[in-house]
């Protein structure tokens, strides 16, 4: 099966992206995608030193409101699916229609909770914990027109524990990230999860389901 090409567009750090292809290296010749190209909507972005140093051709993409620079970004690098990695921009609408069910988020709260416009970075956290919510978690989701609204793929609780920060529940969740994203990616990548006709996701394996501390 040919690898899926894979388009990652970034703004920040760049830790997922950095999982996604540790997680695709650990695959070696059986993974069912491949970075091909990085986009970040800074020309700081930790995201593009990442790329050049695994030899990814990456560029700051600038063009956030029509679409047609990033489109044809996409399109020289023939990319098969698209990866919001830390990715702060909205998606033209021309875009999320020409990657229609194979583009990926993921937002660091258990959605609809705590997600849409404005609701990324630390404010999600503060927000979690002004709540008093005892967990909050990592959604994967299909991306749509609208901000964290797409047909969500898996998800898995990460607890809010006493005296949290933002900052420490941040990276409590960004942990769960690194873990759940890349396997979702691959999951799509290789067919195994599709956007249905009912825009639903369908098909999440056994190995994306969190496991419940049940009372025993
Ligand atoms: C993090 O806040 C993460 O929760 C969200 O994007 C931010 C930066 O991630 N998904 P990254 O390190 O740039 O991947």
Known sequence: MTAMRIAVLASGGGSNLQALLDHLATLGATAPGQVVWVGASRADAGALARASAAGIASNVVTDFDVGDDLLADLAAARADMVVLAGYLKRVPPAIVRAFHGCMLNVHPALLPAFGGAGMYGERVHAAVI?????????????????????????????????????????????????????RCIAAVAAGTIILGTDGRAHGTPAELLPEFALPQ
């Open 130 to 182: 002004a709540s008093g919510a005892r967990v909050t978690g990592v959604t994967v989701h299909f991306v749509n027109e609208e901000f964290d609204s797409g047909a969500i793929v898996a998800q898995w609780p990460v607890p809010v524990l006493e005296g949290d920060t933002p900052l420490v529940l941040a990276a409590r969740v960004l942990r769960a990230e690194h873990a759940l994203y890349p």
